[in-house]
C-alpha cells in the first residue's frame, strides 16, 4: 500500500545489486537516506534509473560502436546549445555507473568530446528527479530488519518537493583510549543525545568486546552523524587497525551494514551516515572563532568554559594500570566535549541550512566542494535550457588572471568622522544588470563590459546566471519576510539561517566561476564582473572627489570618506543621503559604519576605528589586518596593539607613545603588567601556527612549528598534518630557533626569551607609533633618534591631520568579526 513521507535527505549513494538473482548482471539501486519530519529515520530504494552522458558531433563510427555494444542501454540523437550554438550531439545510456569513466575515454578516441561524464550517479538521480534537500516520498514501507537499521524501509515510485525543515538528527560522539606501548584499546567513551538529555556508555572489556560492542551500539542508536575530536586522524584508524588485528573483517556501521572506509585525505564513507570530524568542524569556522590553539582543551576552555580533565596521555598505559576509572572518565569527557563544541559551533545547523538553498543532502555539502553547491542549481538549469555542461578541467596548468577589484590607496593619518558605505550584494547585481553569463557571451552582444567582452541583452536571451541569481534574491526576500512575521523562537531562528545561507551561496557564484578549474569557467564573464565593479567604485570615487569629499579608502564592495561636516548626526545624515544617492538600479548602496575616528599606517586592508555608529556599538573597536585579527600573533602581542590603538583613537598620540614604550620595556624586563591576571602569563606569549605534511616543505628542520610538532609527537600528544600546533620561543639566537610545545593546561617550565618577545612587540607597536617618530629600534631600546619624521611632514603625504584633543574615558572594546 502506498504512502508518503516528507523526509530531509542525510545522505544519498547507490549499491549496486543483480535485480533477476546471482547469475543477472548488476544493476545499480540508488539509496537515500534521511530523518522524516516527525524525527524517525528511513532509509529509501529507487530502482530503474540509469546513468548516462553526453558525446558532442558523435561520428558515424562512434554511433555505430556504441549502439552495438551491449553495455549501451540507449544512444540517442538530440541537440544542445555549445558554445553559444546549437550542435548534434548524443546522449549515451549506460546500464552501469561504474562503467562511465570507461565510455568517456572510448568517445574520446573516437574524436567526441564528452560531456556531463564527470557527475556522481547519485547527483545524476537528484538533478534530475530535481529533488531538494527535503522531499515528500511516495512508495511502499518495508520491513528495514536484516536490511537497513532504520525506523521506515520505503521503496519508492515517485518524489514531490516539500518545504524544508530542521530535523533533530541524532549525532553520536565517541573517544578511544588505548595504549602507547602495543596500541591495544583500553576502552571507548561515547555519549549521544536522547530526546535533549545526554546518554553516555562506556566500552571496556576484552578488545575485540569493545569493538564488537561498539558496532552494535552504532547500529542500535541508528545516528545520523558520528562524531568525534580528531577522529579522522586518530580514533577511525586505530578503530580499523585494532578490528584487522583482532579477525574483525568487517566494521558494519552504516545503515545498510556495509563496511566504511576511507575517501580521499579526510572522508569517511558510511553509507546513510556522515562522518563529521570536530576538529575539522572548529577549522571550517576559524573566521568567526578566531582560535589561537586547536587542541580539544584550547577549543572547549574557550568556547565552553570547561576543558579536559588531567591525566598525562602518554602515561596511560600507567595510568590505566593504577586507576581504571580515571581513564575512563577521561575518556567520556573527550567524547562529551566534542559533542558540546560540535553544538556550540553550528555546524551542523548551518550546513543544513546551506543544503536546503542548494538543493543536496547534507553530506555533500559539509563535505564538498562549494562547487558542488553550485553545481547543483546551474546544472538543473543548464540541462532544461538544453545548455551543454562541460566536465570540470583539470586542476593546475597555466591560469588566465582576472584582475581583481578596485582598491584605493590608505594614505597614512588619523582622520575624523570617517563614513563606510556598502555595496549590498554587488556582483550578484552586477551579473543580473547586466546579463552576465557564459550562455550570453557573444560578439554580438549590445551591453559592452570595461574589460570589452559582449553580452547579450536580457531581451534578445536571458542568461542562466542573471535569472538564477534574481530567483534567489527574491527567496531571500520572501525568506526574510517570513522571519520578521514568526513568533516563535525556533522560526525566527531557522528562517535567520536560511536567509544567511541563501546569501552564502549568491555570494559564492563569481568565485566558483572564476576558478580555472570550474566547468562553467569563462575568462571574460569573471573579468567584467570585476571590471564592472571596478568602474563603479571609481565612478563614485570621481563623484566625492569632484565635490570635495576626502576619499579614505575603498576595496571591492566599500567606499569610505570623511563627512564634510563633523559630528554624528550630520555625519549620519550625509551617509544616508550620499547612500541614496549611488543607490543606482539594481546596484544599493547602504551605511555600514561611522567612525569617529579612523588611524592606518598606510597599508591596504588594515585600519583601526572607533566606532560612533550604529549607536549600539558606540565607542566599539574595529580592526582590519592588523594583528589583533591575525591568528597567528601572540595574545601579548595583539592586546599591546589593542591598547596603543585605544589611546591612539582617543586622539592621545604622546599617550600611545609612553604606553608603547612602556609596554616594550616591561616585555623586555620579562615583567609585561597587561597581560589577564587571572590566565598564566606564559599563556600570552603562545604562537600557533598550522604545520603540513613534512614532505610540503622544503626545509623542515628550520620551522619553528615542524620542529614544536616533532616534540608533541615525542611527548605523546596527538598531531595531524593540518593541525595547528603552539609554541613558546626559548632560544632565538640559534639557528634554528629553539622553541617549546605548549600545551593548554601543562605547566611550562622553560623560561622564554623576552628580548625575542620584546622585539616582536615593538615591531608590531612601531606600525602605529613610526607615524610619530617612534620605529622599531626607537620603541626596543626606549630612545629617540636624533633625526625624526614629522607626524606633520612626509609621513602622511602632507595631510595636516587633526589636532589632539583630551584623552577620554575607555569604553567597552569588541572585535567585531565582519568583513
Given at each position: ?40 529515520s ?12 553526453y ?57 567526441s ?36 537499521t ?6 519508492a ?11 533533530q ?19 571507548i ?11 553516555t ?18 547500529q ?9 575530536y ?16 583482532n ?35 572548529v ?11 586547536e ?5 572547549a ?21 593504577r ?35 542548494s ?11 562549494t ?71 557573444s ?10 567582452a ?52 549568491m ?45 579614505v579608502?575603498?576595496?571591492t ?15 549620519l545624515?550625509?551617509a544616508r ?14 551605511v ?22 550604529p ?7 574595529v ?19 589593542r ?7 582617543d ?11 612602556g ?44 620542529i614544536?610538532?616533532?616534540k ?7 598531531f ?15 639557528s ?6 605548549y ?14 618577545y ?19 629600534k ?22 595636516t ?8 574615558a ?10
Open positions: 500500500m502506498s504512502d508518503s513521507w516528507d523526509v530531509r535527505l542525510v545522505t544519498a549513494s547507490y549499491r549496486r545489486e543483480p535485480p533477476g538473482g546471482p547469475e543477472d548482471p548488476q544493476e545499480p539501486v540508488i539509496q537515500l537516506f534521511g530523518r522524516t519530519r516527525d524525527g524517525r528511513i532509509a529509501i530504494e529507487y530502482s530503474g534509473f540509469r546513468p548516462y552522458f558525446v558532442v558531433a558523435p561520428s558515424p563510427a562512434l554511433r555505430d560502436g556504441f549502439v552495438r555494444d551491449r553495455q549501451v542501454a540507449a544512444f540517442e540523437e538530440v541537440i544542445l546549445e555549445v558554445e553559444g550554438r546549437p550542435t548534434p550531439c548524443a546522449r549515451v545510456v549506460l546500464r552501469q555507473p561504474w562503467k562511465t569513466p570507461e565510455y568517456r575515454e572510448k568517445a574520446r578516441r573516437f574524436g568530446t564528452p560531456l556531463e561524464a564527470d557527475i556522481p550517479f547519485q547527483h545524476r538521480f537528484i538533478y534530475d528527479m530535481d529533488l531538494g534537500a527535503a522531499v515528500r516520498v511516495h512508495g511502499t514501507p518495508a520491513d528495514p530488519a536484516g536490511r537497513y532504520t525506523d521506515l524501509f520505503v521503496v515510485d515517485r518524489f514531490e518537493p516539500c518545504e524544508p525543515f530542521r530535523p538528527l541524532r549525532i553520536l560522539s565517541f573517544d578511544i583510549e588505548n595504549s602507547i606501548r602495543d596500541g591495544h584499546i583500553f576502552c567513551g561515547v555519549v549521544y543525545r536522547e530526546q535533549g538529555e545526554l546518554k556508555r562506556v566500552l571496556a572489556g576484552t578488545e575485540k568486546e569493545i569493538i564488537e560492542r561498539f558496532v552494535k551500539l552504532v542500535e542508536t541508528d545516528p545520523d552523524v558520528i562524531s568525534g580528531n577522529i579522522d586522524g586518530y580514533d577511525l584508524p586505530v578503530l580499523v587497525e585494532r578490528a584487522q588485528k579477525g574483525i573483517p568487517k566494521l558494519q556501521l552504516a545503515r545498510d551494514f556495509s563496511d566504511f572506509f576511507h575517501l580521499g585525505e579526510r572522508f569517511w564513507r558510511v553509507d546513510g551516515r556522515i562522518v563529521t570530524d570536530v576538529w575539522w568542524a577549522k571550517a569556522e576559524r573566521l568567526t572563532l578566531h582560535l589561537k590553539q587542541t580539544l582543551d584550547y577549543v576552555k574557550h568556547l565552553l568554559g570547561e576543558g579536559k580533565h588531567d591525566l598525562e596521555r602518554q602515561k596511560i598505559d600507567e595510568e590505566w594500570e586507576d581504571r576509572d580515571k581513564v575512563i572518565r577521561y575518556c567520556v569527557n573527550d567524547a562529551e566535549l566534542s559533542l558540546k563544541i560540535l553544538e556550540r559551533v553550528r555546524r551542523i545547523e548551518k550546513t543544513l541550512d546551506l543544503a536546503a538553498v538543493k543536496l543532502p547534507l553530506e555533500d555539502v559539509l563535505h564538498g566542494r562547487s558542488n553547491l553550485i553545481d547543483s542549481i546551474l546544472i538543473r538549469a543548464a540541462d532544461r535550457a538544453k545548455v551543454a555542461v562541460p566536465m570540470m578541467k583539470m586542476r593546475g596548468g597555466r591560469v588566465e588572471q582576472i584582475e581583481g577589484g578596485y582598491v584605493h590607496s590608505l594614505q597614512p593619518g588619523l582622520y575624523e568622522w570617517v563614513i563606510s558605505l556598502d555595496f549590498r550584494a554587488m556582483y550578484p547585481s552586477l551579473i543580473i544588470e547586466n546579463n552576465i553569463c557564459f550562455t550570453t557571451v560578439p554580438d552582444g549590445s551591453i559592452e563590459s570595461p574589460t570589452g559582449k553580452f547579450l541583452s536580457a531581451d534578445v536571451k536571458k542568461g542562466l546566471l542573471p535569472v538564477i541569481l534574481a530567483n534567489l534574491m527574491k527567496e531571500r526576500q520572501d525568506v526574510r519576510a517570513r522571519m520578521r512575521d514568526a513568533t516563535a523562537p525556533e522560526m525566527k531562528d531557522f528562517y535567520e539561517g536560511l536567509q544567511a545561507a541563501i546569501k552564502v551561496l555570494n559564492a557564484f563569481y568565485g566558483v566561476l572564476a576558478s580555472s578549474f570550474y566547468r562553467f569557467n569563462d575568462p571574460k564573464v569573471g573579468a567584467s564582473i570585476t571590471g564592472f565593479a571596478r568602474e563603479r567604485i571609481k565612478g563614485i570615487i570621481g563623484e566625492l572627489e569632484a565635490e570635495g569629499v576626502k576619499v579608502y575603498a576595496d564592495d566599500s567606499v569610505f570618506f570623511q563627512s564634510p561636516t563633523p559630528g554624528l548626526e550630520s555625519s545624515e550625509f543621503r550620499t547612500a541614496e544617492r549611488f543607490s543606482r538600479g539594481r546596484i544599493s548602496m547602504e555600514d559604519k561611522i567612525f569617529e575616528t579612523l588611524f592606518s599606517h598606510g597599508r591596504k586592508k588594515r585600519y583601526a576605528g572607533k566606532v560612533g555608529w549607536t549600539d556599538m558606540g565607542g566599539q573597536l580592526v582590519r589586518g592588523y594583528e589583533i585579527r591575525r591568528t597567528d600573533a601572540f595574545d601579548l602581542q595583539s592586546e599591546a596593539q591598547r596603543v590603538f585605544e589611546r591612539i583613537l586622539r592621545d598620540q604622546d599617550g600611545a607613545v609612553a604606553l608603547a614604550r609596554i616594550v620595556a616591561e616585555v623586555r624586563a620579562g615583567t609585561p603588567s597587561i597581560v589577564d591576571p587571572e590566565r598564566d602569563p606564559i599563556e600570552s606569549l603562545v604562537i600557533s601556527r598550522t604545520v603540513k605534511d613534512e614532505t610540503q616543505y622544503v626545509n623542515p628542520n628550520s620551522m619553528s612549528n615542524v614544536a610538532a616533532r608533541l609527537e615525542e611527548m605523546g600528544e596527538e595531524m598534518p593540518g593541525m595547528k600546533v603552539s609554541w613558546i620561543v626559548t632560544d632565538s639566537k640559534r634554528p630557533m629553539e622553541v617549546e610545545p600545551v593548554s593546561g601543562r605547566p611550562f617550565e622553560k623560561r622564554p626569551d623576552w628580548e625575542y620584546a622585539r616582536r612587540v615593538a615591531q608590531t607597536l612601531a606600525y602605529i607609533t613610526e607615524a610619530y617618530g617612534w620605529d622599531e626607537a620603541l626596543f631600546t626606549g630612545t629617540l633618534p636624533a633625526q625624526q619624521t614629522s607626524l606633520f611632514g612626509d609621513a602622511f603625504g602632507g595631510e591631520l587633526p589636532e589632539r584633543g583630551p584623552a577620554k575607555k569604553k567597552d572594546l569588541t572585535l567585531e568579526d565582519f568583513f
